[in-house]
């Protein structure tokens, strides 16, 4: 059974950082690329950051380029993001999330998602 | 930038009947590359359809998708209590890399 188990939420103040962990387990992790999509409270879907299979190759949004870094331990089979210079619109629910091997350019797994708040 | 823009913004039906959901594209989208997604209160999104219209797996055939180019539909044939939830459109090609359209909310008439 593919599980996606997010972890290192919580509260920070606006400046801050967090880095939040994803646990991968089911399936290859080093075979899928990953991403991060977020969900402000009460909002829609906003795609964050991803990384390729080998974690070579990283994109990102252009509301967290220059301060997110998306990271991957395919030994560990974890996903990372390491958020700097934290923003309140920065606030929302952090989903991890995989992409199918092959062409496939959606979200076919999700983790339960976790809370970041960025407030004073 | 390619926009995702849903509609309606909320749909009211009653269950047993047929759901219709809009997703018009700013810009031409590769069907290879439109998903949908179900989100219910509290819950992670769920993959239901991919490549415009092929079901994800466990996805009852009572979900459908079509359409090309700027316009993608998502057809629920016959409204389960079940299926009262969020629903998003999903693009990859343009930047950003990936994006959403807003949603529409299906709710109970």
């Known amino acids: 059974e593919v599980q996606l188990l997010e972890s290192g939420g919580g509260l920070v103040q606006p400046g801050g950082s967090l880095r939040l962990s994803c646990a991968a387990s089911g399936f290859t992790f080093s075979n899928h690329a990953m991403h991060w999509v977020r969900q402000a409270p009460g909002k829609g879907l906003e795609w964050v950051s991803g990384s390729s299979s080998g974690g070579g190759a990283t994109n990102y949004a252009d509301s967290v380029k220059g301060r997110f870094t998306v990271s991957r331990d395919n030994t560990g089979n974890t996903l990372y993001l390491q958020m700097n210079s934290l923003r309140a619109d920065d606030t929302a629910v952090y989903y991890c999330?995989?992409?199918?091997?092959?062409?496939?350019?959606?979200?076919?797994?999700w983790g339960q998602g976790i809370l970041v708040t960025v407030s004073a | 930038e390619i926009v995702l823009t849903q509609s309606p913004g909320t749909l009211s039906l009653s269950p047993g009947e047929r759901a219709t959901l809009s997703c018009r594209a700013s810009q031409s989208v590769s069907t290879t590359y439109l998903a949908w997604y179900q989100q219910k209160p509290g819950q992670a999104p769920r993959l239901l359809i991919y490549?415009?219209?092929s079901r994800a797996t466990g996805i009852p055939d009572r979900f459908s998708g079509s359409g090309s180019g700027t316009d993608f539909t998502l057809t629920i044939s016959r409204l389960e209590p079940e299926d009262f939830a969020v629903y998003y459109c999903?693009?990859?090609?343009?930047?950003?890399?990936?994006?959403f359209g807003q949603g529409t909310k299906l709710e109970i008439k």
């Open positions: 999330t995989r992409r199918p091997e092959g062409s496939g350019r959606y979200f076919d797994y």
């Open positions: 999903q693009q990859y090609g343009s930047s950003p890399l990936y994006s």
């Open positions: 490549a415009a219209s």
